[in-house]
């Protein structure tokens, strides 16, 4: 079973710039997850997307981030314009449900964002 | 207080020792309690997930829940040095299947 992907693997801006990252959930997962996981951190949950719904975004910055999920597969998320204290890696998870609290997150590779 | 709290070590232990990790979490932490092993530059993966108070083993780990103290821990027998890693500890949001994630504590594991 192929895992989670995401692309780039990095990617180096400059402030002000704008980038876009992209997740392919595992197959037949109905959840997806955006985490921010910035160095020497936990993860932190930006988004989380069943199907193509938002269930919850209060941690995301609403004035320079967004996110979509089409079609309820494929997830970007963006960022414009981006700042300095955005470089981290993001990572995108998936998990099949979440009607269960015993769901298990897959996490994808991540994309590590550098900001200068 | 933080919802997941770990000491951020670093933490070493000698190969063979039992290696013991702890977290705290708070009120706004439910009921399913996550380990994720997360090698440098790499992604996290679940390495143990516990839900019911006592203990839980899977191989060489062993993770223990106490509800009561709001404490998590994970033991790791005969630890190896490809057990050196950041350990993350990881609760569900109360009424969320969303995670709060600790810090994260560093073992390195010393042939």
Not at chain 1, 58 to 68: C, G, H, I, M, T
Not at chain 1, 88 to 107: E, G, H, M, N, W
């Amino acid at each position: 079973e192929a895992g989670v992907a995401q692309s780039p693997r990095y990617k180096i801006i400059e402030k002000r710039q704008s980038v876009a990252f992209w997740c392919n959930p595992i197959s037949g997962h109905a959840t997806l997850y955006w985490y921010q996981q910035i160095l020497g951190q936990g993860p932190k949950l930006l988004i989380q997307f069943q199907n193509n719904g938002v269930v919850d975004d209060s941690q995301l910055p609403k004035d320079r981030f967004s996110a979509e999920r089409l079609k309820g597969v494929d997830s970007t998320l963006k960022i414009q314009p981006a700042k300095l204290e955005d470089s981290a890696v993001y990572l995108c998870a998936s998990s099949l449900s979440p009607s269960s609290y015993t769901d298990t997150q897959y996490f994808g590779p991540g994309t590590r964002l550098t900001v200068l | 207080q933080k919802e997941v709290e770990q000491n951020s070590g670093p933490l070493s232990v000698p190969e063979g020792a039992i290696a013991s990790l702890n977290c705290t979490y708070s009120d706004r932490v439910s009921q399913s309690f996550f380990w994720y092993r997360q090698y440098s530059g790499k992604s996290p993966e679940l390495i143990m997930s516990i839900y019911s108070n006592g203990d839980k083993e899977d191989g060489r780990f062993t993770a223990q829940l106490n509800k009561a103290s709001q404490y998590v821990s994970l033991l790791i027998r005969d630890s190896q040095p490809s057990d050196s890693a950041t350990y993350l500890c990881a609760g569900d949001q109360t009424g969320a299947n969303n995670l709060f994630f600790g810090t994260g504590t560093r073992l390195t594991v010393i042939p």
